[in-house]
């Protein structure tokens, strides 16, 4: 048995214009520009080829979309001007956490009860948004604390699938829902700016651990001009925000227990554990309320957003509130409220 030889690029050249590749692909109704490689069978000859004019749809889509956000942040980089806040007597922070957004699911209400896509996503979080600082009104806002990641994206990889290989049911291309990804949170952050200074603290995740990092790096990027807003996008799956008396954890849920959580805490952040008195680590992933109270720290997780997609129906993971959660913390007193906007 012989083994033919790859054919260098000139040979494949002469097949595609001498041997009739270009009028058989005609004939059959397929583009010259799709085919990679392929067999030219004649009276003559049998020859195995590689097409120089294929075009790698895959490596075109990711390279438009990297110009596309090169643009953008090009584009976008005004000088913002210097806000005067004005200082209050009483101070407090929000805590503004929509978990588990999963931009790009798909449910459809025939088989789960439920719609969900990414229209529904995007108008769900801002009215989510809204609802908590319509809450919060009552407070004099001090500063906010805007938690992002935690599967902000539903899925990791062009081919549909989470970092480890789960396939989804999606709505919408991969690039398409890290551009409305994108602009969500560029919409959601202009916003509160206009109430106060805002922390974004970035949480690592299972659906999107590559794309969601990339995601926050690009927003941190989107602001890198402006002064009131500050960020946290290490991948560390832990962080640590320190108000006054409160110490404020924040992580996907994915990983570590969560009787673990608070050793974790007064180890990772010794020092911000040591100088305060209300600690709390808010956690995702399980798209459900729970809260607990450890010695010494209060963990608690949130509810999400997302509609229910086909693999949570038939597991019978569903029909716990759909919302957006926040929280008051007063400087000295800890946390004093918690705001909820239920779909």
């Not at 299972?206 to 927003?219: C, M, P, S």
């Not at 709390?280 to 459900?288: D, G, I």
């Not at 450890?294 to 029909?319: A, M, N, Y």
Request: some cysteine.
């Amino acid at each position: 048995m012989t083994t033919r030889p790859r054919l260098t690029q000139d040979e494949a050249d002469l097949i595609n214009e001498y041997r009739g590749v270009k009028e058989a692909a005609k004939e059959a109704g397929i583009n010259i520009k799709d085919v990679k490689h392929g067999w030219l069978k004649t009276k003559e000859s049998s020859l195995f080829f590689n097409n120089p004019l294929f075009k790698n749809k895959s490596k075109i889509e990711l390279e438009s979309l990297g110009k596309r956000l090169i643009k953008d942040l090009s584009e976008f980089a005004p000088v913002y001007p210097k806000l005067h806040r004005k200082k209050r007597k009483k101070q407090y922070l929000l805590v503004i956490d929509p978990a588990d957004i999963h931009i790009g699911k798909l449910a459809e209400s025939f088989e789960t009860g439920e719609d969900y896509n990414n229209q529904i996503a995007v108008k769900r979080v801002k009215e989510g948004v809204q609802g908590i600082l319509n809450k919060a009104k009552g407070f004099p806002i001090e500063k906010i604390l805007f938690i992002g990641g935690n599967d902000i994206l539903h899925i990791d990889t062009p081919d549909r699938k989470t970092t480890n290989s789960t396939a989804q049911d999606t709505d919408g291309m991969w690039y398409s829902n890290f551009l409305i990804a994108k602009q969500l949170y560029v919409d959601i952050l202009l916003q509160l700016i206009s109430v106060a200074d805002v922390t974004f603290h970035f949480n690592p995740s299972n659906h999107d651990y590559a794309t969601g990092f990339f995601l926050a790096d690009v927003i941190q990027t989107y602001f890198k001009k402006n002064k009131h807003i500050h960020f946290n996008c290490s991948i560390a799956h832990r962080k640590g925000y320190k108000y006054g008396q409160n110490l404020i954890g924040t992580t996907h849920g994915d990983g570590a227990k969560m009787n673990d959580l608070p050793l974790l805490m007064a180890q990772e952040f010794a020092r911000e554990w040591a100088e305060t008195k209300h600690r709390y680590v808010y956690t995702h992933h399980v798209h459900h309320k729970f809260s607990k109270d450890f010695i010494g720290c209060t963990v608690e997780s949130l509810r999400s957003p997302s509609g229910t997609d086909s693999w949570h129906h038939r597991k019978g993971f569903q029909h716990a509130p759909k919302a957006v959660e926040g929280f008051i913390h007063h400087v000295e007193h800890g946390q004093v409220a918690r705001l909820t906007h239920i779909f």
